[in-house]
């Protein structure tokens, strides 16, 4: 059974920061792309940042800067390093695994507030 759990999520001031977290069973880690999207209300999903099996990353023109990817292969894990928080950063943010199938997690939910 695939599961994806993301963590860290919560409300913050304008120019926090916040790590959250996707552990991920049930797939070889190794072979899959992860991604981070976010849905914030009323509005379409959108990839926010992804990295490569090899490490490469790239990441929406609105985040650039800001926030970093990164993945652990011995945990199993992908990581979204998100500093300068801006008040239009608030949705929830969602960790894909994309090989042959593409998985989901449930999302956490990041409000970015004064």
């Known amino acids: 059974q695939v599961q994806l759990v993301e963590s860290g999520g919560g409300e913050v001031q304008p120019g926090g920061s916040l790590r959250l977290s996707c552990a991920t069973s049930g797939i070889n880690f190794s072979l899959y792309s992860m991604g981070w999207y976010r849905q914030a209300p009323g509005k379409q999903r959108e990839l926010v940042a992804h990295i490569t099996t090899r490490s490469s990353t790239n990441y929406a023109d609105s985040v650039k800067g800001r926030f970093t990817i990164a993945r652990d292969n011995t945990k199993n894990m992908v990581y979204l390093q998100m500093n300068g928080l801006k008040p239009e950063d608030t949705a929830v943010y969602y960790c894909?695994?994309?090989?042959?199938?593409?998985?989901w997690g449930q999302g956490t939910q990041v409000t970015v507030s004064s």
């Open positions: 894909q695994a994309n090989y042959l199938s593409a998985y």
